[in-house]
Each structure stands twice: as structure tokens, then as C-alpha cells.
């Protein structure tokens, strides 16, 4: 689980995910033109949840999580909730990983 005060931690800007993305791979350029045509297009800044949650899971070390337990209507199950995490690292990591695939 992570709480939207702690993914919101993630945010990624157009002219930083263009100057990385676009014009190196038809992936690339197709999220660069994805978050254009979006109905919100013209946001400069999206926080990227599930990236940040990938992130967390990945790498323990980037985040801090507790265990906690879920009230009785959601199972009194026990789950894992972020509480920090180290959004520029998540966020490096996953422009370094896509450019590295795009070299393939």
C-alpha cells in the first residue's frame, strides 16, 4: 500500500520525461505523445503512482514501510505500507533502465 502523501512524492515533469524519452525509441515516443494527447495534456507535472510503488517493492532500500494490519471488512490481513521513499532514485533508475533497453 502507499498512501497518496507519500507517492505523490513521484513527479515526474513533461520537459524532463520528453528530454529523456522522446526521439529514442517508438516507446519512448509513444509516452512522450500518450501524456500529450491525454485528456489532461496540457499538465506539465503527473505524479507517477505506480511507478513509485514498483520502485518501493524493487528496492527496499529506497523506501521505509511498516506492516499493518487492515480493519475486519477488508480481512484483518496484514500489508505493507510505504511511508517514504526516495522518489529521485526510483525515478533515475527507471529513465536509466528504459534508456538501456532502448539500446538493445
Not at 520528453?18 to 500529450?36: C, K
Not at 507517477?48 to 527496499?60: E, K, Q, T
Request: proline share 3%; aromatic share 12%; glycine share 6%.
Amino acid at each position: 500500500v502507499m498512501p497518496n502523501t507519500v507517492g505523490r512524492e513521484m513527479v515526474f515533469t513533461f520537459a524532463e520525461t520528453e528530454a529523456a524519452l522522446g526521439g529514442t525509441h517508438p516507446l519512448g515516443d509513444y509516452l512522450v505523445e500518450r501524456w500529450a494527447d491525454h485528456l489532461d495534456g496540457s499538465r506539465k507535472r503527473r505524479a507517477i503512482w505506480d511507478v513509485a510503488l514498483i520502485g518501493a517493492m524493487l528496492h527496499p532500500e529506497w523506501s521505509e514501510s511498516v506492516t499493518i494490519t487492515t480493519s475486519k471488512d477488508f480481512g484483518n490481513r496484514e500489508v505493507t505500507c510505504y511511508s517514504a521513499i526516495d522518489a529521485d532514485a526510483i525515478k533515475a533508475e527507471f529513465f536509466e533502465a528504459l534508456t538501456a533497453y532502448f539500446k538493445q
